[in-house]
């Protein structure tokens, strides 16, 4: 129980700092802690190879995803062999974790060739399969869809907050994943790749929505508080990647404000 409030008081001061129009309750799991384990020099290697043009983006992200590959308990060592041999995969480094260089991978995954693209979405950091889940399924969009046709009263007890008319939009993905048709997970990672990966977020959610009134810019916290105790001891190495590397963006985004 300790634990439960204290993730919600760490959540809570979260909140009070982040001021963002839609506020982002985002958390770390201490299962990804094994990450500051390892040593990363290989991708800051590779990260200033590229950076100093020596070799292109997609080998930059082809060669990091053979790292992170390599770095995760069941390792594969096929991809370590595939390194250029000057990549040293066990190489001491000044960063504790990774997700400098998932910073770039997210930020540069439009730019991707077909080869650089797979390995991305192949590792255990791309968060398509979530999002894919939610925005792809016709499954949720047919419950999305069949929210609207419930009572005025029905429709205030699932939603927490409306403005102008409009429902929130991560309330109602709650309220989905509670007839187990998507999964928590998909929706906390959503919720944070809508202010983190906005451009992937929007491009889908707008198709997503039609002419349903609906919006995101609302406070996440109400949403977040059902969630979290659902999520925080999962053992999916995908979803304790993905989150741990949206609180270390949203650490990154508070120290500049």
């Known amino acids: 129980m300790r634990k439960i409030w204290g993730i919600f008081l760490i959540l809570f001061i ?9 506020v982002n309750a985002s958390f ?3 299962q990804g802690d094994y990450l500051e384990k390892n040593q990363w020099g290989a991708l800051e290697d590779i990260l200033n190879d590229w950076k100093c043009g020596k070799i292109s983006t997609d080998e930059c992200a082809i060669y990091g995803c053979y790292v992170l590959a390599a770095q995760e308990p069941a390792k594969n060592e096929k991809n370590v062999k595939r390194l250029p041999l000057k990549y040293k995969v066990d190489k001491k480094s000044r960063e504790k974790s990774p997700y ?14 077909s080869e650089a693209l797979n390995e991305f979405r192949k590792s255990d950091w791309c968060d398509d399969e979530f999002i894919n889940e939610i925005f792809s399924s016709s499954i949720v969009k047919e419950e999305f869809e069949k929210f609207f046709l419930l009572p005025i009263s029905e429709k205030k007890k699932i939603v927490s907050s409306t403005r102008q008319r409009q429902y929130y939009f991560f309330d109602i993905l709650e309220y989905i994943s509670r007839k187990n048709l ?10 944070m790749a809508e202010f983190f990966n906005y451009k992937k977020f929007y491009n889908k959610y707008y198709a997503f ?5 609906v919006r995101c810019d609302c406070d996440f916290f109400n949403v977040a508080i059902k969630i979290i105790p659902k999520i925080k001891n999962t053992k999916n190495r995908k979803v ?9 963006m949203h650490c990154i985004v508070n120290k500049k404000r």
């Open 14 to 22: 979260n909140l009070m700092f982040f001021n963002v129009a839609n």
């Open 28 to 30: 770390r799991l201490e």
């Open 100 to 113: 400098f260089f998932i910073d770039f991978l997210y930020k540069n995954e439009n730019n991707f060739g």
């Open 182 to 191: 998507v999964t928590p997970e998909s929706v906390y990672i959503v919720a």
């Open 209 to 213: 929505i039609g002419k349903q009134p």
């Open 240 to 248: 304790i990647n993905i989150l741990n590397f949206y609180y270390n």
